[in-house]
Structures are given as structure tokens and as C-alpha cells.
Nanobody, 125 residues
Framework: QVQLAESGGGSVQAGGSLRLSCAVSELARVLYNMGWFRQAPGKEREGVSCISSNGRSMWYADSVKGRFAISRDNRANTIYLQMNSLRSEDTAMYYC??????????????????WGQGTQVTVSS
């Protein structure tokens, strides 16, 4: 069973940092590429970042390149999203996701995707 649970959201001023965590089930860790989506009020959900199951490949949306870093600790069954130089436009609900390919993170829908419950990130200017 694929289970995902996010933590680490909160409120921060522009220019600050936050680190999101996602605890994943063993099945998810072994079979899936893991990453993050976000959804701001009134906007579509968008892919933010993905890391492959072996941790060797990563993908970032253009809007977060150079500011966000994704990583995974397979022994702890946890993935992380370190968010630096946060901007007001980063304000959104952030969702941990599991998918069969990181290339799918640039797409709204996927045939085999699992979601966490989400964690709110609010950046004030």
C-alpha cells in the first residue's frame, strides 16, 4: 500500500527558508519516483520537483530552479524539499506525490499517482 504523509509547512517571510518532509511507505519508496506538487488558491496544481527512486535523477520546475532542492533518505523512508529564497508566489498547499516517472510531474494527470494530504506554505512579503 502506498502511503504518503507531509510535514514541515508553515509561515515565513519572503527570503526565508522552509524544509518540507514526506514520510513514505516502503512500497512507495521502492517502486516510485517521489516529488512535490503545489496548488495556490484559484490556480491549477503544478509539479515542483521530483527525485528518482535511486536518488540519481532530479527534476525541477523552472520557477524553483536554484532555490529549491529535493533529496531522499531511503533508510528513513523520507523525502525532503528544502525551499530557500522563498517568494510570495511560492504560497500554496504543497502535496507529496508518488509516480512511476519523474517526467509525469510536469503533467496534471497521471495514470498511476498517489498523493499525500498536503501541507500549507505561506510566504509573506
Amino acid at each position: 500500500q502506498v502511503q504518503l504523509a507531509e510535514s514541515g509547512g508553515g509561515s515565513v517571510q519572503a527570503g526565508g527558508s522552509l524544509r518540507l518532509s514526506c514520510a513514505v511507505s516502503e512500497l512507495a519508496r521502492v517502486l516510485y519516483n517521489m516529488g512535490w506538487f503545489r496548488q495556490a488558491p484559484g490556480k491549477e496544481r503544478e509539479g515542483v520537483s521530483c527525485i528518482s527512486s535511486n536518488g540519481r535523477s532530479m527534476w525541477y520546475a523552472d520557477s524553483v530552479k536554484g532555490r529549491f532542492a529535493i533529496s531522499r533518505d531511503n533508510r528513513a523512508n523520507t523525502i525532503y524539499l528544502q525551499m530557500n529564497s522563498l517568494r510570495s508566489e511560492d504560497t500554496a498547499m504543497y502535496y507529496c506525490a508518488a509516480d512511476l516517472a519523474c517526467s509525469n510531474f510536469s503533467m496534471m494527470k497521471s495514470t498511476d499517482r498517489y498523493w499525500g494530504q498536503g501541507t500549507q506554505v505561506t510566504v509573506s512579503s
